[in-house]
């Protein structure tokens, strides 16, 4: 069963391209290391160390690195993203999410105390993609 909130990381090497793709779920990208470009379109938006995007539900992008880079992903189904933006959004990033993603590659995602960390993770989404 998919969780309404998964969590990954990945990384890529200098260089390295991911084929356009659309996203069925949304997305809160963080960057750990390293420098990226998102193509959107005709749109290219660079993001660097500590950086982090909103991607909303069906969002057509690419990834491009510009040097090694490690990413980490929050991703949400539409269960959970009823009041999170539905256009593209830069935000900062929370001093207490990269913690959490640290904690969260140690245990087990279908515990009980990673889904109150997921939960955490929600709030925060709500609170950096708030529209001012």
């Keep these: ?59 057509l992008y690419a990834i491009e690195s510009i040097t090694a880079t490690q990413i980490d992903v929050l991703t949400f189904s539409a269960r959970v993203t009823a ?4 256009t593209l959004h830069q935000c900062p990033t929370s001093p207490l999410l990269p913690v959490i993603f640290d904690e969260l590659m140690t245990m087990d995602k279908t515990s009980s105390t990673a889904q109150h960390l997921f939960q955490v993770c929600l709030d925060q989404a709500h609170k950096l993609t708030e529209h001012k």
């Design 83 to 86: 009041s999170l933006p539905t």
């Design 1 to 59: 069963m998919s969780l309404p909130i998964e969590y990954n990381r990945f990384s890529l090497l200098a260089s390295e391209k991911t084929k356009r793709q659309r996203q069925h779920k949304a997305q809160l990208l963080l960057i750990r290391n390293g420098e990226l470009n998102i193509r959107l379109g005709k749109t290219l938006l660079k993001l660097n160390q500590s950086q982090s995007i909103w991607l909303p539900h069906d969002c």
